[in-house]
């Protein structure tokens, strides 16, 4: 009989990850055990104050990088401590705009239209169990792009996405859309976590080994079976790519964005994007870059139709959310090029990128929370025209992330389209460069044609308001857009930190 | 403190006073605009004094590290070309706000708004000529395009939205097709020695005539939707007709003219194999451009709309002088930039005056002016004057040198483009006729004159346009250096002898 092993799990290494779950739990005893009425503000202040103390550890482990951690299955090299310090920023941003509860349903269970949701509402009750779905949303999103096994990798996957469909259904208004969205959401992402797993078996198959680095040792030494591998990047990828919103595996991406509470939407639109391409960066970037040759002109052709498809389809939106749907779907195509770049600045420009797209979309989102009618808040474009006479605060705001969207000097989208194709562009890929320029003239037109709606039309008198915004959105609101211009004028310290940190151990 | 760096802030600190005044305090923050532009214009003169006539190399510069992690400095330095540029348009702001006192009152938003977003402009103006790094150079060049977006969108008339957004996204799809070969430029940098924007550096570059050619187009059909040339020049009309009288002296007068100073600085220096092998297509362009713009200048309704034309038809001129790469056609685009951005500024402003009087843009609406408002009409005659080069004005130096230096390498191109003046004739001469003289048309009598503020406004243009064309010069000592530096280090060498300072007299 084998002695038992005991697992060695560097407590220290996993410490940000182990804190926000530590929180979590604390949530859900929360939500045990006390009062309706003390609920909120306990939530509020667990919730931030462990995203807090993570940020504060992960900043004091970032020079214990380049090393694993729970038996060489979770890497925390210099690339995990950015990815999380970004998630763990972005999450902090869109928490604040969680925190307004004017969004959430109170009772989630309740039919739609029934007796129980109309009490509920009256009752005045707030919901809060959206705080501690958060925190374990955060926890997988957090070791997802650390995963250094494929196992792991999955279980990271599925950490981050099941709280995420619940939350996408909490919508206090349209509940239905929601719901549906939430289903749709449920069900696509289920198909994509097989697919995922269909791909981690062939790999597994392939390389007789779950771990990155044995993967990457098969692939290196060539001699497993080539039709494992390929069939393995294939489904992997298929996984990812649904993550990320690459075409063809966006179709979730507006529905979803549209139905989903807004300050969930701006969350996970931020959050995931970093989670899931940390995880791919760290995936083609270790494992599968010796396997370039199979998996770049794919990926180059997705990469493609994801940026024109994005921007040209982003044009016909009537809707705000959709729109930043679409733009999402196009901005995922301009980090795809930093996948593909393969090469220690298109890691960095990818890095980059996810944190300066990732701020302005919590940014972006927590505008439109702002904007009301009687109904709730008000998505349809037409309505935003003379955003700016009924409030210049919310309308400059909005311009200036469009502006960080469409990627014009002095904000921090300018810099990160710069590194990022640049990056492309180093390693060979022109022709990538050349359509992602072209697809963000086409992306500038619809940015701009809301500018145009927001600051020189005339408003209509339908109702629409935009609220006085409660501190902590209005917090949010401040920090994301200050970061996105800093990061535009003087992006030199952020860059100089990513570019001493970021690298994969192998 | 650096010269340029103080020049650039001082507008931006203006704009900070400005926006936190009170929204009902337009007067003062007028004044504030007029005395804050006036500080520049000063300045920028004063600079112009210290200015080594001497030397061809870049001068008042200063370098600072802003994003070493891509190699980008902080870089800002002026030769005679840029400076002359600086010149005009710190010499035009104060002028346009003079002009517009009251341009500001009709938009959708606050007088303030319009002051900060013109300083805003005049700052990223001054940065856009001197900038020494290829990357702040681009900042810049897009970065202006916002606040020209808001002025014409704010501040316009009639179809203005359809207008600043058709002017933005010609100018963004241009400036992308320039980042891309800013790009390929900056990896070619870090493969042959290391990741630079340095303008010098850049143009030591090895590289093949195919990644040359893709990358000068980069280059150039951004300053060519800039300049505008024809066929990229649609939006040029539209948003004349729409801005505000100043917004288009600021857009044609001014930043038209980065488009090609850009040619010069950018695609001549950097690419100069290029420019060679794609010369006979531009200069076909720029005569296109010259004659085109003309003949649609003459069928204009639109007073507006005619002097956009008109303006098409000078950018041909001064396209045409850029690459018929003689230092004379060099010296002489120089100053056409220079005289044009004086000539489109009287004609936008006394034809604004004469606009909001009357309120309408139609030629066909004035008549007899001349016995109205004399002093208004013969301002207009006088910019008509420069605009066609009559010669003892500044504009008829510029236009001679530019063909001059064309004819001695170009002489088919120089040909066609000179009857490009005698079409000038024609399209001044129509509508001086019809505005100022015949009959007074009704609705035309009771027109004021130009009051105190307006001829303190018009009397400096006027004169700068007599003086240079007297005596050019001052301006031609600036420029002639840079000009030939630029020529024999693009790798061509003048037919002719150095030009002589005198020439045009």
């Given at each position: 009989m084998t002695d038992f092993i005991v697992p060695k799990l560097s407590?220290?290494?996993?410490?940000?990850?182990?804190?926000?779950?530590?929180?979590?739990?604390?949530?859900?005893?929360?939500?045990?055990f006390l009062s309706r009425k003390v609920r909120p503000i306990a939530q509020l202040t667990i919730t931030l104050g462990s995203l807090i103390l993570a940020l504060i550890q992960l900043w004091h482990i970032r020079h214990e990088s380049a090393l694993t951690a729970a038996m060489g299955s979770v890497a925390i090299d210099g690339a995990t401590i950015l990815m999380q310090g970004s998630i763990l920023l972005i999450a902090i941003l869109a928490v604040a705009l969680i925190a307004d509860n004017e969004h959430f349903t109170v009772l989630a269970a309740a039919v739609p239209g029934s007796p129980e949701e109309r009490d509920s509402l009256q009752s005045g009750e707030k919901l809060t169990e959206v705080f501690p779905l958060t925190l374990f949303a955060v926890a997988g999103m957090l070791l997802f792009p650390a995963s250094n096994d494929l196992i792991t990798l999955f279980v990271a996957l599925e950490m981050l996405s099941l709280p995420l469909y619940l939350m996408a259904g909490l919508s206090r208004r349209r509940r239905l859309m929601s719901q549906e969205a939430a289903l749709k959401y449920f069900l696509l992402g289920a198909f994509s976590s097989a697919f995922f797993l269909f791909g981690a078996a062939y790999l597994y198959g392939y390389s007789g080994s779950v771990s990155l680095a044995g993967i990457r040792a098969?692939?290196?030494?060539?001699s497993g079976n080539d039709v494992f591998l390929l069939m393995g990047i294939a489904f992997l990828s298929i996984g990812l790519l649904f993550k990320v919103g690459a075409v063809p595996f966006h179709a979730w991406t507006p529905d979803v964005y549209q139905g989903a509470p807004t300050p969930i939407t701006a969350f996970m639109a931020a959050a995931t994007k970093v989670a899931a391409f940390g995880a791919m960066l760290r995936i083609f970037y270790t494992s599968l870059a010796n396997a370039n040759w199979d998996w770049r002109p794919m990926m180059s052709i997705i990469a493609i139709i994801t940026m024109l498809f994005g921007s040209v389809v982003a044009i016909a939106q009537r809707d705000v959310k959709r729109m930043l749907a679409y733009s999402s779907i196009a901005h995922a195509g301009f980090l795809l090029t930093g996948v593909i770049a393969l090469n220690k600045s298109g890691l960095d420009a990818s890095i980059f990128y996810l944190f300066a797209y990732g701020v302005a979309t919590v940014g972006a989102f927590g505008v439109v929370t702002l904007v009301r009618d009687s109904s709730g808040e008000v998505t349809d474009l037409n309505k935003w025209a003379g955003l700016a006479k009924r409030s210049p605060f919310a309308a400059t705001l909005f311009a200036g992330f469009l502006l960080a969207f469409a990627g014009i000097p002095l904000t921090s989208g300018f810099i990160g389209k710069f590194s990022i194709f640049?990056?492309?562009?180093?390693?060979?890929?022109?022709?990538?460069?050349?359509?992602?320029?072209?697809?963000?003239?086409?992306?500038?037109?619809?940015y701009i044609r809301v500018i145009v709606l927001m600051f020189f039309k005339d408003a209509a008198d339908d109702g629409t308001s935009v609220i006085i915004p409660s501190i902590l959105t209005r917090s949010t609101l401040i920090i994301t857009s200050v970061i996105t211009i800093l990061l535009g004028v003087y992006p030199a310290p952020l860059l100089n930190f990513i570019n001493s940190l970021a690298s994969f151990i192998r | 403190m650096n010269m340029l760096t103080s020049l650039m802030l001082?507008?931006?600190?203006?704009?900070?006073?400005?926006?936190?005044?009170?929204?009902?305090?337009?007067?003062?923050?007028?004044?504030?605009?007029?005395?804050?532009?006036l500080l520049v214009a000063i300045g920028v003169i004063v600079m112009a004094i210290r200015f080594d006539t001497s030397k061809t190399d870049l001068q008042f510069v200063e370098t600072h590290s802003w994003i070493p992690t891509f190699g980008i400095n902080y870089s800002v330095g002026v030769d005679g070309i840029a400076l002359v540029l600086i010149i005009l348009s710190a010499l035009l702001a104060p002028i346009v706000v003079l002009a517009g006192w009251n341009e500001s009152s009709g938009g959708r938003w606050s007088a303030k708004t319009f002051y900060i977003l013109v300083l805003v402009l005049e700052t990223m103006i001054i940065g856009v000529f001197s900038a020494n790094d290829l990357f702040l150079f681009y900042v810049f060049f897009e970065a202006m395009l916002i606040p020209v977006y808001f002025l014409i969108g704010g501040y316009g008339t009639g179809q203005r939205n359809a207008a600043a957004v058709k002017f933005l996204i010609y100018s963004l799809l241009g400036g992308l097709l320039m980042l891309a070969s800013i790009i390929a430029l900056y990896v070619l940098s870090g493969e042959q020695g290391g990741h630079t924007f340095n303008i010098n550096t850049l143009s030591q570059l090895q590289m093949s005539s195919t990644t040359q050619n893709l990358l000068f187009l980069g280059f150039f059909i951004a300053f060519a939707i800039k300049a505008p040339l024809w066929p990229l020049h649609t939006w040029l009309p539209d948003a004349a007709q729409s801005a505000t009288p100043g917004t288009s002296v600021l857009l044609l007068g001014i930043l038209d003219k980065v488009g090609t100073f850009g040619m010069i600085r950018y695609c001549l220096t950097l690419f100069p194999e290029a420019s060679k092998t794609f010369t006979p297509l531009i200069l076909v362009l720029a005569v296109i451009s010259i004659i085109y713009g003309a003949f649609l200048a003459i069928g204009q309704k639109d007073l507006k709309r005619l002097i956009a034309f008109t303006s098409i038809s000078h950018f041909g001129f001064i396209t045409m002088g850029i690459f018929a790469m003689t230092s004379q056609g060099?010296?002489?685009?120089?100053?056409?930039?220079?005289n044009h951005g004086f000539s489109t500024a009287a004609l936008f402003i006394v034809g604004g005056w004469m606009m909001s009087r009357r309120g309408s843009s139609k030629i066909s609406d004035f008549g007899g002016l001349q016995r109205v408002t004399p002093v208004m009409a013969w301002s207009f005659f006088f910019a008509g004057m420069s605009s066609l080069a009559l010669p003892g004005l500044s504009s008829f130096v510029s236009e001679f040198l530019v063909l001059v230096g064309t004819y001695t390498r170009y002489p088919v191109a120089a040909i066609i483009g000179t009857f490009g003046i005698v079409l000038a004739a024609l399209y001044i001469l129509i509508p001086v006729q019809r505005a100022l003289h015949g009959p007074t048309m009704p609705g035309n009598e009771a027109l004021s004159d130009l009051n105190l503020r307006e001829k303190i406004a018009i009397a400096p243009v006027i004169a700068i346009i007599i003086a240079l064309g007297f005596y050019p010069s001052p301006l031609l000592n600036i420029i002639n250096p840079a000009s030939t530096h630029t020529i024999t280090q693009a790798g061509f060498k003048d037919p002719l002898a150095q030009i002589d300072p005198k020439a045009g007299k």
């Open positions: 407590y220290v290494q996993l410490s940000p990850i182990l804190i926000v779950l530590g929180g979590a739990l604390i949530g859900v005893l929360i939500e045990a098969a692939v290196v030494g060539g640049s990056a492309a562009y180093e390693s060979g890929n022109k022709s990538l460069v050349i359509v992602g320029v072209l697809s963000s003239a086409i992306a500038a037109y619809f | 001082l507008p931006l600190i203006g704009a900070l006073l400005i926006s936190a005044l009170p929204t009902t305090k337009s007067l003062l923050a007028k004044q504030m605009t007029l005395g804050t532009t060099h010296s002489g685009a120089t100053l056409y930039m220079f």
